[in-house]
């Protein structure tokens, strides 16, 4: 999975199509990542304090990793992300596109 945490992907299908957000949370394992301000479902709470009110709160769900891509500064979209090994030997993933460095 090429999205990590605080990553800034862009929605690439469904009904947050073109929503830019932060990756609040990524699971590799089920391909899995939580988008700040997408994918918004009601939650019903029930009060678990004495004082406390239930309700409904909005919060974001899980969506497939394959629905987004990582948003490229310099080319202002989300796009395609390819791997280069630097001189020290680190992997980092380069926009396809403009070859511009993700990782530091
Ligand atoms: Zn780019």
Do not use: W
Not at 27 to 52: I, W, Y
Request: net charge positive; charged share 30%.
């Amino acid at each position: 999975m090429q999205i990590r945490t605080n990553d800034t992907v862009v929605v690439i299908t469904g009904k947050s199509r073109g929503a830019k957000g932060k990756v609040l949370s990524a699971s590799p394992k089920a391909g899995k990542v939580v988008v700040e301000n997408v994918n918004m479902v009601h939650k019903h709470m029930k009060p678990r304090q004495q004082g406390m009110q239930g309700g409904v709160i909005e919060r974001e769900a899980a969506m497939d990793a394959s629905n987004v891509m990582l948003y490229c500064p310099k080319c202002d979209k989300g796009v395609r992300v390819g791997y280069k090994v630097l001189e020290n030997n680190k992997k980092v993933r380069v926009c396809k596109k403009c070859g511009t460095t993700f990782d530091e």
